[in-house]
C-alpha cells in the first residue's frame, strides 16, 4: 500500500507564510502526479496546485504568485510554499498523488493524506 503524510500546517497571521510537506512512502514505481487540494467546511475539495513528473504545474487561481508547488521525485516528496496568505485560504490542505506500485501496473491510483489544518487570523 501507499501512504501520503503532511506537514507544515499551523496558525499564520495574514500576510505571512507557511510550507506544507507531503512524503509518499510505501509501494511506489513511479508518482504521475502529485499536489494539495484544500476543503473548507462545508465545500467540497477544491484544487489548490498539481505537479507532473514531467514538470508541468497547474494552480488555482485564487493562490497564482503566491503559492509555489515543487517536488523532489527522489525522495517521494512534494511541497507547497505559501506566501501572503489570505484568511480566506484556511482549510484542510490535503496531499494527493496519482501513484503507480509496480512497474508492470498500467493504470496510476489515487492516494490521499490524511490533511493538515492551515489557519490564516485577519
Known amino acids: 500500500q501507499v501512504q501520503l503524510v503532511e506537514s507544515g500546517g499551523g496558525l499564520v497571521q495574514a500576510g505571512g507564510s507557511l510550507k506544507l510537506s507531503c512524503a509518499a512512502s510505501?509501494?511506489?514505481?513511479?508518482?504521475?502526479?502529485m499536489g494539495w487540494y484544500r476543503e473548507t467546511g462545508g465545500y467540497q475539495r477544491e484544487l489548490v496546485a498539481t505537479?507532473?513528473?514531467?514538470?508541468?504545474?497547474n494552480y488555482a487561481d485564487s493562490v497564482k504568485d503566491r503559492f509555489t508547488v515543487s517536488r523532489d521525485n527522489a525522495k517521494n516528496t512534494v511541497y507547497l510554499q505559501m506566501n501572503g496568505l489570505k484568511a480566506e485560504d484556511t482549510a484542510v490542505y490535503y496531499c494527493?498523488?496519482?501513484?503507480?506500485?509496480?512497474?508492470?501496473?498500467?493504470?496510476?491510483?489515487?492516494?490521499w493524506g490524511q490533511g493538515t489544518q492551515v489557519t490564516v487570523s485577519s
Open positions: 505537479l507532473t513528473s514531467g514538470g508541468r504545474i
Open positions: 494527493y498523488g496519482e501513484v503507480r506500485m509496480r512497474s508492470r501496473d498500467t493504470a496510476a491510483y489515487a492516494y
Open positions: 510505501g509501494t511506489i514505481f513511479s508518482i504521475n502526479v
